[in-house]
């Protein structure tokens, strides 16, 4: 299914499509009905597998088993004839090796993980009944209308609503070491690369200046950063 363009869309659009009110916010009721619909703002991790457990995994791929085969082939040969086991314990080294490096990639992307997660989990300021009110980042929802000020953290993606000066660290998802400055207008081109999204905001970016406000489209695995934590997820693949 193709992703909404949120950024083409006008403020009142989305507001509509997204079933919400831009000055009251989401009711309490409401909340509850699309946190059991969407889930929880959260990034999920596959679960974790035992060190022993990762390195067995690693000879199950079809090569490795091949190379054990050859292996034992050649030490029965090498016993048969006279020659010794040498290549037989080559062979070996070079699995286990295999099976090391592998366990090693494996568990440096579980931190990878672990490390888009903190960016994810941190307190936000919320509109709903009418009132600004502090939440985890964890229970916001598809419809809740964020509000931003310089040093926060941006806890889902979302099409901005308002702005006063407002620049953003986008560094983790582009790249761009320096401050993107955001604007409320639409764009009106359809094929637009993330970093040139000015009226959009991010997960796992920050608020380096200024100030805004925007309503929350994706949340969790469907935000952009859930997407390369779920790359991360698949790495042994």
């Known amino acids: 299914m193709e992703k909404e363009k949120w950024f083409a ?15 009251k916010g989401l009711s309490s009721d409401e909340v509850v009905k699309r946190q059991e619909k969407y889930g929880f703002n959260e990034l999920k991790a596959a679960k974790k597998k035992t060190l022993l457990q990762r390195f067995l995994d690693q000879f199950k791929d079809f090569s490795i088993i091949v190379l054990i085969i050859a292996a034992i082939v050649s030490g029965a040969v090498g016993i048969a004839n006279g020659e010794g086991v040498t290549d037989t314990i080559i062979i070996m080294i070079v699995v286990i090796v ?24 941190h307190a936000a300021k919320v509109i709903r009944n009418e009132n600004i009110t502090v939440i985890s980042a964890k229970e916001l929802v598809p419809g809740d209308i964020v509000v931003l000020d310089t040093g926060d953290y941006i806890p889902a993606d979302g099409r901005l609503l308002e702005c006063a000066s407002m620049k953003v660290d986008e560094s983790a998802l582009t790249g761009e070491s320096l401050g993107v400055e955001k604007t409320t207008t639409i764009i009106k081109e359809e094929n ?11 997960s796992g ?11 929350v489209t994706e949340i969790g695995m469907e935000t952009e950063v859930g997407k390369i934590a ?8």
């Open 205 to 215: 970016s920050f608020v380096t200046y200024g100030r805004g406000s925007f309503l």
């Open 98 to 121: 295999n099976a090391i490096i592998g366990v090693s990639q494996e568990a440096k992307a579980e931190k990878s993980l672990e490390a888009l997660q903190k960016l994810t989990d």
């Open 192 to 202: 637009v690369p993330l970093g040139d999204r000015v009226n959009m905001v991010y």
């Open 230 to 237: 779920g790359l991360l997820k698949n790495t042994s693949e």
């Open 9 to 23: 869309k006008d403020v009142n659009e989305v507001e509509q499509q997204l079933g919400t009110d831009l000055k």
